[in-house]
């Protein structure tokens, strides 16, 4: 009897490879469905489809109990989909090795390959058990959900300067899109040579998991901040002092800002953002 619901479940779940996963839909029917879009399987890339919460408890599920998310005053049960499942059940796989969450706020997150191997961030269902309408305000009291993404114990897995890997635990996640991390990063890629573990170098991998959440290049990163990678790349190249004390305490040059600082990073880290973000203004003659 198991067995056979067994394989009903994945029949549902995991469909043949090309094919469109049933749990996919084309339209929206209900405000808490999650937005899914990028490489789906099946589909022509970029086309949107929506799955319900109910459907997303059909996946493969996580627990775990959470200590160091700043969400969670005082450690939480978390349960949820591993990230790495939805690119395994709706990924148009080796394509999509990136997954890219979305927040109602214009906030976008970037999960590398690297990154879900380190951490196994989770697409969160249910806090301490409850689902999303029964979840504690955000910090800006606004709603936690419809996702959110957190990890068990995050314990950093790189260092760059005195960037340290950070916990990328977004709120508010209405749209995942399984993307491809070289055609993503493509866009705040430096448009001139450099060299490994340079000041540009290190200047791009800070601001691919720092400042790409919120300042956007073209299509790409977030829109939170409406200033875009150019806005940056101006002040890093016109005002090099303002941008480094911008980056580090944006209070000190705009009392109403709502960037958060970066007290923890010394000169040498300003030094490499600002490095990294002037390349940007380089003139590039035509070929
Ligand atoms: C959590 C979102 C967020 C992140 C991450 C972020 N910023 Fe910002 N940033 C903002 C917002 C919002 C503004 C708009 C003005 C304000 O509120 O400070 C801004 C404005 C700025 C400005 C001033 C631009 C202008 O014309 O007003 C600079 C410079 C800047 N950010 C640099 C950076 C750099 C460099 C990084 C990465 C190290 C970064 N920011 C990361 C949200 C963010």
Redesign the pocket.
């Known amino acids: 009897m198991f067995r056979w619901l067994l394989i009903v479940w994945l029949a549902a779940c995991v469909p043949a490879t090309g094919q469109v996963s049933p749990l996919l839909k084309e339209r929206r029917t209900s405000p808490s469905d999650l937005e899914v879009s990028g490489q789906l399987r099946g589909l022509p890339p970029g086309t949107t489809r929506y799955i319900a919460y109910q459907d997303l408890l059909w996946l493969p599920q996580a627990t775990c109990t959470v200590t160091n998310d700043t969400n969670f005053v005082g450690g939480a049960r978390i349960a949820g989909v591993p990230l790495t499942e939805l690119t395994r059940v709706f990924g148009e796989t080796p394509e999509g090795d990136l997954v890219v969450a979305l927040s109602y706020d214009g906030?976008r997150t970037n999960y590398s390959r690297r990154y879900m191997a380190s951490h196994k961030p989770l697409l969160v269902l249910t806090i301490n058990g409850k689902p999303p309408d029964k979840w504690p305000k955000s910090e800006h009291d606004g709603p936690m959900g419809p996702y959110l993404i957190s990890h068990p114990a995050f314990q950093p897995a790189f260092r760059i300067l005195s960037h340290t890997d950070e916990p990328q635990i977004p709120y508010g996640v209405t749209r995942i899109e399984l993307r491809s991390e070289a055609k993503v990063f493509q866009a705040i890629h430096p448009p001139v040579p450099y060299k490994l573990h340079s000041q540009i170098d290190d200047g791009y991998r800070?601001?691919q998991q720092?400042?790409f959440?919120?300042?956007h290049s073209g299509e790409e990163g977030?829109q939170?901040?409406?200033?875009s990678w150019l806005?940056?790349a101006a002040?890093a190249a016109t005002d090099q002092d303002s941008?480094k004390r911008?980056?580090r305490n944006?209070l000190s040059v705009?009392p109403?800002?709502?960037?958060?600082a970066?007290p923890q990073?010394d000169m040498v880290t300003a030094d490499a953002?600002a490095a990294y973000?002037r390349t940007f203004l380089v003139v590039r003659r035509p070929e």
Do not use: T
Not at 224 to 227: S, T
Not at 256 to 260: E, V
């Open positions: 906030y800070i601001a720092n400042c959440r919120c300042h977030g939170m901040a409406h200033r806005v940056l002040w941008f911008y980056l944006p705009n109403a800002s709502l960037m958060p970066n990073y953002l973000f």
